[in-house]
């Protein structure tokens, strides 16, 4: 059995009482997640919690560090912010917020999930709504279960022109932003992922 990343195990054990914490790897880190909504992301062995009203109380009295990508030569501040040793160390804490952040980023879901239609997300058009149907990609909340990967895919097998632009419009469409606001990150696992699909398809 493949052993999980020490941060990962850590926190899996921490929130446990969250429910059934999963893992996987995410724009060189990991994401986690309680019934595929992602409330924490870890990156450079830090745990980073997603904001919430709880957590934004919290770091009024505690400061806490947010989650930092570089963009274009320029600081970008993601919407998470690191769990650090005095965190770790309260557990009631520690849960007591992973629990508020888990709450807003099922709210925000649901939210996004009531958009009656795909071509209503950024970056969608008519155009790009009738061919995720064609691909069997319907409705908002299985775009979302999906992910802009395995979207991409189903696209590609109907339509072989489909390229880089459309996977980071997918991506930006299920984040909720344009796909030109994406952290450099992002954009940079997702061109990897892109050039080694293109590779393997094509031996």
Not at 62 to 78: A, D, E
Not at 87 to 101: C, G, T, Y
Not at 107 to 134: H, I, V, Y
Request: a positive charge.
């Amino acid at each position: 059995m493949k052993k999980q990343h020490p941060v990962v195990e850590r926190a899996c054990e921490h929130l446990a009482a969250l429910g059934s914490v999963e893992s996987r790897t995410q724009f060189g880190g990991y994401s986690l997640a309680v019934e595929k909504v992602v409330f924490a992301l870890i990156n450079d062995d830090a745990l980073y919690l997603r904001a919430s009203e709880a957590l934004r109380a919290y770091a009024a009295k505690q400061p806490m560090q947010p989650l930092v990508f570089r963009k274009r030569g320029t600081s970008v501040n993601l919407n998470y912010y690191r769990v650090d040793d005095a965190l770790w160390n309260d557990a009631r804490q520690l849960l007591a917020l992973s629990a508020a952040s888990l709450s807003t980023a099922r709210q925000e879901s649901q939210k996004r999930e009531l958009t009656s239609r795909l071509k209503d997300l950024p970056n969608l058009s008519l155009r790009m709504e009738l061919m995720l149907q064609e691909a069997g990609v319907k409705t908002v909340r299985h775009l979302l279960e999906l992910g802009a990967k395995q979207c991409w895919l189903k696209l590609r097998a109907i339509n072989q022109h489909v390229g880089l632009k459309t996977l980071l419009a997918l991506e930006g469409a299920i984040e909720g932003r344009h796909e030109a606001a994406l952290p450099k990150a992002v954009r940079a696992e997702l061109n990897e992922w892109y050039q080694q699909t293109l590779k393997q398809t094509a031996s």
